[in-house]
């Protein structure tokens, strides 16, 4: 089975939750009529953008785009004058952890909840909330514990609570069980438990599969084939050339993380079969080398209102603890050797032609829900990526990367409306993708204020 066909399987299997989601919010809202009207549109494609542009969306999704001029926007229409704005797709983030929101260090956040008593559906709402009103209209988690995982996610699609729509991976499938709570991942020592394990992740109702470290070739393979009979996708976090290779061939559908843990620049030949296979990779590479060096240049960062406004002011205080002598963090020590290797080892893949999607495993010790996205697209772009290719990626590309693509990663009739509003044209400065100013999802207008 080719990897389009897997896709679609998925897709399928991901409408349903759509068509769930679609028939609430047709109930609550009644085929209600929005109109974004006066800015700019840049519409998910590498091409000129319509200017002065309208778009009209009944329900939940787009029906119209075109010159504001020339649409007609039906009298009854709820209008969003984005005049002097800028629309783009919602966006897409591939490696979200949504049962971490930044703290500096994971053992002592995890200890943290318990001691408070804190609810971890609770915190994977606020970066649910976070994520969206930063433009990411669409996450996937990968690594959270299941019931929790699949309770948010619905609670989201039926209109309940605000948040990115989400894919959900639940526990993570390894050799090698970490310090990391028991209920986020499942230890395996056969190929045959990591297929049952994928089995049972299946029906518990996961969207993706995703496999951790330790793995050997044939265990990739047997969750790969497991999880392809159910129409889940596979999403590996690889780093060595040799677990690069074994996923690649395996059949793993994403490769996650290859080529940002401070290894050297992989060999040609790997580089090329990627390639070639038309494999996508999501490099997840701000996250230590960029954010890091943005943090030592401005701490202040760390005490970002966003983060006040969404958090309850005890966990605020204990992420604001967190990182108190953040410079020493362990999950820093690493960040010289990546910064080493870094513009040689991600570049490669831009400089290969790659298909690349957009992760940033945000969540991560200082790297923020509200924020993570834009600075991953910040770091493709100082790599070489233009602009307008990094949007593209975070929109178009990463929903045909996910078998989304007929309903998703684009502003076009047919679509479901997620759109983002942004204050100034990201063409000329990525770093506008911070603070968008309206977000769109299903249809519906949030804002921060
Ligand atoms: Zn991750």
């Known amino acids: 089975m080719s990897f389009r066909d897997r896709s679609r399987e998925t897709a399928a299997a991901l409408a349903s939750h759509l068509i769930l989601a679609a028939a609430f919010a047709a109930s609550a809202a009644a ?44 009298p009854d229409a709820r209008v969003v004058d984005t005049s002097g704005r800028v629309m783009i797709p919602g966006m897409m983030d591939l490696h979200a952890h949504l049962a971490v929101l930044g703290h500096g260090e994971y053992g002592r956040w995890f200890s943290w909840i318990d001691e408070e008593g804190v609810d971890i559906e609770e915190v994977m709402e606020i970066s649910a909330k976070q994520l969206l009103l930063a433009g990411v209209t669409t996450a996937v988690d990968l690594g959270a514990p299941l019931e929790a995982s699949l309770a948010v996610r619905d609670r989201i699609a039926r209109g309940e609570v605000p948040g990115a729509r989400l894919l959900m991976a639940g526990p993570w499938i390894t050799r090698r069980v970490s310090f990391w709570p028991e209920n986020y991942q499942i230890g395996v020592s056969s190929p045959e438990e990591a297929s049952a394990a994928v089995e049972r992740l299946a029906e518990a109702g996961v969207d993706v599969i995703k496999a951790w470290v330790g793995l050997t070739r044939e265990d990739y393979r047997a969750v790969a084939d497991t999880a392809h009979r159910h129409g889940l996708q596979v999403h590996a976090h690889v780093y060595g050339p040799d677990e690069v290779k074994n996923a690649l061939e395996a059949g793993i559908d994403v490769l996650t993380h290859a080529g940002s843990a401070g290894t050297p620049p992989y060999e040609p030949d790997l580089l090329r079969d990627i390639v070639v296979a038309g494999r996508p990779v999501v490099i997840t590479g701000a996250h230590r080398v960029w954010v890091f060096p943005a943090t030592v240049e401005f701490p202040e960062r760390l005490q970002d209102p966003r983060l006040r406004d969404d958090l309850p002011a005890a966990m605020y205080d204990e992420l604001q603890r967190s990182f108190e002598n953040f410079h020493t963090l362990p999950y820093f020590q690493t960040t010289a050797r990546q910064m080493f290797f870094g513009d040689a080892s991600l570049g ?55 078998g989304l693509a007929d309903d998703l990663g684009s502003i076009e009739p047919g679509k479901i409306a997620d759109i983002v509003v942004l204050r100034g044209d990201p063409r000329f400065s990525i770093t506008e993708l911070n603070e968008p100013v309206v977000v769109v999802k299903d249809g519906r207008v949030y804002r921060r204020d």
Request: glycine letters at 10%; zero cysteines; proline letters at 5%.
């Open 31 to 74: 085929q209600e009529r929005l109109a974004l009207v006066g800015g700019m549109l840049l519409d998910g494609y590498d091409v000129p953008p319509l200017h002065h542009a309208a778009v009209l969306i009944e329900g939940e999704r787009i029906v119209a785009v075109g010159r504001a001029a020339e649409l007609e926007i039906p």
């Open 348 to 402: 490669q893949w831009i400089e290969a032609g790659a298909v690349m999607g957009m992760g940033t495993d945000s969540g991560t010790p200082m790297n923020f829900h509200t924020e993570a996205l834009w600075r991953e697209l910040k770091a493709h772009v100082d790599l070489g990526m233009t602009p307008m290719e990094a949007i593209v990626a975070a929109t178009r590309v990463n929903a045909r990367i996910l």
